[in-house]
C-alpha cells in the first residue's frame, strides 16, 4: 500500500482479478460482446508505455514477451468503440515469408468511424517486416 494511492504489482495471480474486473465492467457497459470481443477491449486499449532493464542494466522499453499488451487501462476498455479479433496476433517462430493474417474490427459504439491503421515496431529485428494491405470494410 502507498499513501499516494498508487500502487504497483505483477504476476498473472495479482493481474488475473484486476482484469477480471475491468472485463465485468466493459461487459456491463456492453452486455451483448463476445468473449472475443471482451478481451479486445481489455488488450487494445493496454499502455503499451511499459519500460525494464536491459541485460547491460539499462533502462528502455520492455520487450512485448515482457509486457504483452501492457498495463491494463479499465477506463480505456470501456470507453472503447472497435474491437479487433483476434485481439493479438502472432507469427510463432517465422520460417517463411510472406505470411498473412486477418484483423476484423467492429464498431461497438453507436456514431460511425473511419479508422486509420497503422504499424508500430515494438522489438528492433533487422530481418523482420511488417505492413499493412488495404480491404473494404
Do not use: C, H, M
Request: hydrophobic letters at 40%; charged letters at 15%.
Amino acid at each position: 500500500w502507498s499513501p499516494t494511492g498508487w500502487s504497483a504489482g505483477n504476476g498473472a495471480s495479482f493481474s488475473a482479478a484486476l482484469v477480471a474486473g475491468a472485463v465485468a465492467l466493459v461487459k456491463q457497459r456492453y452486455p451483448s460482446l463476445t468473449t472475443a470481443q471482451l478481451k479486445s477491449a481489455v488488450v487494445n486499449t493496454a499502455n503499451a508505455a511499459v519500460d525494464d532493464f536491459d541485460a547491460q542494466g539499462v533502462r528502455g522499453r520492455a520487450r512485448v514477451t515482457a509486457v504483452g499488451a501492457g498495463r491494463l487501462d479499465a477506463g480505456g476498455a470501456v470507453q472503447t468503440n472497435v474491437t479487433v479479433e483476434p485481439a493479438a496476433i502472432s507469427f510463432g517462430r517465422v520460417q517463411q515469408v510472406n505470411q498473412n493474417r486477418t484483423l476484423r474490427l467492429t464498431n461497438i459504439g453507436t456514431q460511425n468511424l473511419n479508422l486509420t491503421l497503422a504499424v508500430e515496431r515494438r522489438d528492433p529485428d533487422s530481418r523482420a517486416n511488417l505492413t499493412l494491405s488495404s480491404s473494404t470494410a
